[in-house]
């Protein structure tokens, strides 16, 4: 039976032999055989002339057989693509990477899209833009203030707002989603939020054990503009997933990245990075389909997609982010 060498293997099993029954010195033999010092003593140093297995003794795998099979049932059933599985199941787990995803496609030879299901995959329209994910998240106190931002990010472009508050109220609740409105380009057609108290009334009980019936600022607002508002299911703030990615993103880039003097300067370099993702950050995670990669891109293809649904047209709304852009840069 033919003897199998690693890849990168300097010398094959006689030559092995030879060296572990050779006086010669370490540097006789390494010219002799064109190899080095070290490898002729390892050679001399083993009582074996095969090579070891490289394969690791102890194989830790990324992806729990739960999370496998859920992976491949996402895949199987709709057929969408890569990063739109990668977000679902990081909803379960946020530890899960892309590439182990991808692995598995790989392993359950899923990763490419059978002939008869292209068709099917396609169908995006569902995910056309107007779906906001929206949360809350602190910020230091600087000032003797404190300071929250809200932020709505939305499902389709990845188009992100976000707006600094002293309060973490219904009140500038309702206030946010009157700039929410106000800046985004298309109409919003839903919002998912959790069940804080900024944003529902439903986990509110009576003084007898009855759960609150009247509807929050939030879904007043909502029903004033024709939105649907969605609620994660309680005790799970992971089911709102894309929203709470994007607030690290935010405090990776701005807060934990430098010390402010002042709430002004925390203010200005935080709407300077909001322009810059919407109009330069590359997203992995958009619809291929789309062949775009920032969220204005996004809106421009979206809009060739389907018009109806914006208020303004991408040029405009580019300009708009571009005179904000100087704005801020003015005010640094």
Not at 65 to 74: D, F, G, P
């Amino acid at each position: 039976m033919p003897q199998i060498y690693h890849s990168n293997a300097q010398t094959n099993r006689n030559i092995r032999i030879q060296i572990q029954n050779s006086t010669q010195t370490n540097a006789t033999l390494a010219k002799q055989f064109g190899t080095s010092s070290a490898t002729i003593s390892k050679w001399k140093n083993r009582d074996f002339s095969e090579d070891k297995s490289s394969a690791p003794k102890t194989i830790v795998y990324a992806l729990s057989e739960v999370e496998k099979e859920l992976i491949k049932k996402m895949r199987t059933s709709t057929w969408m693509s890569l990063e739109e599985v990668t977000e679902c199941i990081q909803q379960v787990n946020s530890t899960i990477s892309r590439s182990s995803v991808y692995r598995c496609f790989v392993k359950e030879k899923i990763n490419t899209i059978p002939t008869e299901k292209k068709q099917e995959a396609k169908k995006f329209k569902a995910y056309q833009p107007g779906y906001l994910h929206i949360d809350v998240t602190y910020l230091p106190k600087l000032e003797g203030k404190a300071a929250y931002l809200f932020v709505a990010i939305d499902r389709a472009t990845r188009l992100l707002f976000y707006k600094i508050y002293d309060q973490k109220t219904a009140e500038n609740t309702e206030l946010f989603m009157d700039e929410c409105i106000e800046f985004f380009p298309f109409q919003i057609s839903h919002i998912l939020t959790d069940n804080g108290l900024e944003f529902t009334n439903r986990l509110i009980r009576s003084k007898k054990g009855n759960l609150c019936q009247k509807p929050s600022k939030m879904d007043e607002k909502c029903k004033e503009n024709d939105i649907e508002h969605r609620l994660t299911k309680p005790n799970t703030p992971q089911t709102n997933g894309m929203v709470e990615r994007v607030n690290g993103t935010i405090k990776q880039q701005t807060i934990l990245k430098d010390k402010y003097k002042s709430r002004e300067e925390m203010e200005i370099q935080m709407n300077q990075f909001l322009v810059y993702y919407n109009l330069y950050r590359r997203h992995g995670s958009l619809r291929k389909e789309l062949n775009v990669k920032t969220p204005i891109q996004a809106i421009y293809k979206w809009f060739e997609i389907e018009p109806t649904i914006f208020k303004q047209t991408p040029k405009q709304f580019e300009t708009k982010l571009i005179n904000l852009q100087q704005k801020y840069n003015q005010n640094s």
